[in-house]
Nanobody, 113 residues
Framework: QVQLVESGGGLVQPGGSLRLSCVVS???????MAWYRQAPGKQRELVAG???????KYLDSVKGRFTISRDNVPGAVYLQMDSLKTEDTAVYYC????????WGQGTQVTVSS
């Protein structure tokens, strides 16, 4: 069973940067991993994904600003977020894709001046 623990969120001004980390217990080898986010009053959305051979895909609104990466052993997934905007404010989660495991607690990212 895979367990996911996210960290690295915080309060940052517009234009700032954060690096999110997700420690994955249980092997993630062979799994497509992704970062999701959920803003208040909105549905959870897929932000970025990465295959085992490190091919990546991004939500259009974060392309060029966010970078997803992974370590297969030990299991970890990262999200480097640059040029942050107020609309990036959300709770961020990592998980597998498209079939998800139990969700972790997520990490809050707040972009505000």
């Amino acid at each position: 069973q895979v367990q996911l623990v996210e960290s690295g969120g915080g309060l940052v001004q517009p234009g700032g940067s954060l690096r999110l980390s997700c420690v994955v217990s249980g092997t993630i080898l062979g799994n497509y991993m992704a970062w999701y986010r959920q803003a208040p009053g909105k549905q959870r959305e897929l932000v970025a994904g990465i295959t085992t051979d490190r091919s990546t895909k991004y939500l259009d609104s974060v392309k060029g600003r966010f970078t997803i990466s992974r370590d297969n052993v030990p299991g970890a997934v990262y999200l480097q977020m640059d040029s942050l905007k107020t609309e990036d404010t959300a709770v961020y989660y990592c998980n597998t894709y498209p079939n998800t495991c139990s969700w972790g607690q997520g990490t809050q990212v707040t972009v505000s001046s």
